[in-house]
């Protein structure tokens, strides 16, 4: 069974900077592209990034490119998210999902990671 | 840039039921990568229909997809209780890359 377990969130300052962790188990994380997606509390999803299997290949959404960054270590199945110059738009749930641009859609989700950014 | 509108907003049907919710574009989409998601109240969202009418593993042939260029259609059959809960329809390809609808609510009348 595929498990997504995502950590790192917090209350973070405005400016402020946080690292988002996902551990992945129950299949062979290297074959597949990985995203961030999030979803403020009660509202719709937006797709964040994404980075191909092997990492050379990354996509940030138009809100936050240039201020966070996707990465991978396959050797640890595990997938990040540092996120840097936080706004209160920010504020969110972060789901770690399995799928990018090999499947177009998004096949297994973690449970989420809560990021509050506010002073 | 696809905008993706989902309606109704809210739709309120009873266990037994069919229902029969709409996803319409902007622009044309891709019948590969018009996804629906079913989120429950604390719950992540979970993959329900791909390439706008595959099931995803578990998923009960209840509920079905359609659909083609603009207009998408998700329907399931006969709503169990466990059925009620926020469907959300995304596309891929298109500026921006990926897309989501806002959302409908399916509650129970």
Same mark, same amino acid.
């Given at each position: ?6 950590? =790192? =969130?917090?209350?973070?300052?405005? /400016? ?9 188990? =129950?299949?062979? &994380? ?19 990034? /994404? ?16 201020? &966070?960054?996707?990465? +991978?270590? $396959?050797?640890? $199945? ?8 936080? +706004? ?15 499947? =177009?859609?998004?096949? $297994? ?11 | ?22 996803? @319409?574009?902007?622009?044309?989409? *891709? ?23 595959? @099931?995803? !593993?578990?998923?009960? %042939? ?10 998408? !259609?998700?329907?399931?059959? @006969?709503?169990?209780?466990? %059925? ?10 298109? *500026? ?7 959302? !409908? ?5």
């Amino acid at each position: 069974e595929v498990h997504l377990v995502e950590s =790192g =969130g917090r209350l973070a300052r405005p /400016g402020g900077s946080l690292r988002l962790s996902c551990l992945a188990s =129950g299949f062979t &994380f290297q074959d597949y592209g990985m995203s961030w997606v999030r979803q403020i509390p009660g509202k719709g999803l937006e797709w964040v990034s /994404g980075v191909n299997w092997n990492g050379g290949f990354t996509g940030y959404a138009d809100s936050i490119k240039g201020r &966070f960054t996707i990465s +991978r270590d $396959n050797a640890k $199945n595990s997938l990040y998210l540092q996120m840097n110059s936080l +706004r209160a738009e920010d504020t969110a749930f972060y789901y770690c999902v399995r799928g990018w641009d090999d499947l =177009g859609y998004f096949q $297994n989700w973690g449970q989420g990671a809560l990021v509050t950014v506010s002073s | 840039e696809i905008v993706l509108t989902q309606s109704p907003a809210t739709l309120s049907l009873s266990p037994g039921e069919r229902a029969t919710l709409s996803c @319409r574009a902007s622009q044309t989409v *891709s019948q590969y990568y018009l996804t629906w998601y079913q989120q429950k109240p604390g719950q992540a969202p979970r993959l329900l229909i791909y390439a706008t009418s595959s @099931r995803a !593993t578990g998923i009960p %042939d209840r509920f079905s997809g359609s659909g083609s260029g603009t207009d998408f !259609t998700l329907t399931i059959s @006969r709503l169990e209780p466990e %059925d009620f809960a926020v469907y959300y329809c995304q596309q891929y390809g298109s *500026s921006p890359k990926y897309s989501f609808g806002q959302g !409908t609510k399916l509650e129970i009348k």
